[in-house]
């Protein structure tokens, strides 16, 4: 397993004029790579910031997202001025699709967790997470967690009981983080470059489609926690053109769901 990043070879690749990308930095160790980005100011739409460790990671809800050596800690800021505001939380489930098509390439079983893990092996362990935030200036920091190396055995389950792994742990052998960098940063960059020609519009950029295709959440029973201590189940039958989950309760009626913890109970 390596142990850095050249950074100079990744912006010879994927910062512009030779890549989609505006700007890329590989720092050592950052608390979090998504507060760096949206507190630099001016930064421009597709600047890139890697990691090779997190000190204060964050999950969704403020939670603690652990983020030792080993793993790919990537933060991208996004400003696709002519996407409507409804549209942006596809953002990161697009994450989500380039996640999947990473894990595939070095012949890991991938699919996702709405709305933001990426579940890996047979067992479906939890292998990554996402998070987006919106700044203040309105562009969009999107910070993907993807555990690469074998887990410590210390490190806890995630949200929901879900096991953590990590891409060696699921089988994959002879990573190159940086190879990986390179990939997930290509896959995210095509994916989010469709989406922002057709407006943000998921089924006219297949984003929808494809998702649907990987959902591990689609077909399951599931409990949805929500703010407020609330909380939902039912199963969840599809995700909607603006990216939220329609849940059909133990009512028998369709709710939308735009954010919460969804639990996997069993296949319905």
Known sequence: MDTALDAEALRAK??????????????ESTPSTNADLAATPGAADRTVLIALEQTAGQGRRGRTWSSPRGGLYVSVLFRPADVPPSRLPWLNLIAGLALVRVAQSVGVEASLKWPNDLLLGPDAGKGAGILSEITADGSVVVGIGLNVAKLPSDVQPAPGGLAPTSLEDAGAAGLDREELAFRLLVELAGLEGVWRKNGGDA?????LEEYQEHSATIGQRVRVELS????????AVRIEPDGTLTVRGTDGVDHGVSAGDVVHLRRA
């Not at 994927?14 to 720092?27: C, E, I, R, S």
């Not at 089924?203 to 984003?207: K, Q």
């Open 228 to 235: 407020g201590g609330v909380e939902l189940e039912g199963v």
């Open 14 to 27: 994927l910062v512009a004029p030779n890549g989609p990308y505006a700007a890329l930095d590989v720092v």
């Open 203 to 207: 089924e006219e950029s297949g984003v």
